[in-house]
């Protein structure tokens, strides 16, 4: 069985994806670029300025490296606004439970966010204390899907990677996951999320003793 869970938080555990989406719709209407939702969908778990060139696409050559980290942040100045109105209402439905169940059930968990300000949020909605471990997203080198954040949390925990269930609801968050040596449980869409080793709805649907014996050595 595993011994550790390794979550994501935006779209599994707080649902900040639409309020990143909202931030990068806003910057994009403001320098005159269009937004659809395949871009909106290309963002989900991709870093800050990765997602700034997917929201420039062949406008990216327009702008300077100066000018592109002034975007960036414009962007981050929207979102650290938006959640600074969230509570313990925008939590995911089921998060709270399972990370209660996983505690109950003796397994080690931490969060792998390549989000500056999960930090912020994991104690905004009172959750620090279901956390061993919170991954520095400002000490992460490589953006998923390269493993590097799942790999920090398994060694944080003192965890083997095949030890671990990571639980994702990106498709480079996923890939991620199995990069890493780990099992991936997807949350979400299963037609998207098609290289996940087992996909919920979301964590309402998180049975512990399922997952727990779903494999790990
Ligand atoms: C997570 C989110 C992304 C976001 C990234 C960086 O992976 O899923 O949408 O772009 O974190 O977040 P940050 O808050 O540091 O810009
Ligand atoms: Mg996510």
New binding site residues.
């Given amino acids: 069985p595993f011994k550790a869970l390794v979550f ?4 599994v555990i707080a649902d900040t ?1 639409v309020l ?1 989406h909202a931030a990068w719709k806003r910057l994009a209407g403001e320098i005159g670029l269009s937004f659809d939702e395949t871009i909106g969908e290309r ?6 300025m990765g ?1 700034l060139e997917i929201v420039l696409g062949d406008a990216s050559a327009r702008y300077t490296h100066d000018e592109k980290h002034a975007l960036a942040e414009r962007k ?1 100045g929207y ?1 650290v606004a938006a959640i600074a109105q969230l509570g313990p209402e925008n939590l995911l439905p089921g998060a709270r439970e399972a990370l209660v169940a996983a505690r109950a059930a003796g397994l080690k968990i931490a969060l792998a ?5 999960a930090g912020a949020l994991v104690e905004r909605f009172g959750l620090a204390d279901f956390f061993d471990h919170v991954v520095d ?1 400002a000490s992460i080198a490589r953006p ?1 899907p390269d493993p590097e954040i799942f790999l920090a949390a398994a060694r944080a925990l003192g965890v083997a990677p095949g030890d671990c269930l990571g639980i994702e609801d ?1 498709v480079a968050g996923v890939d991620a996951i199995r990069a890493a040596g780990m099992r991936a449980l997807g949350v979400g869409d299963g037609a998207v999320l098609a290289h996940a080793d087992a996909v919920i709805g979301g964590l309402t649907e998180f049975d512990v003793a399922r997952f727990v014996a779903m494999s790990g050595s």
């Fill in positions: 994501d938080l935006d779209g994806a990143h963002l989900k778990g991709v870093d800050r997602s981050n979102y966010s390549a989000s500056r300000s997203a998923k990106a």
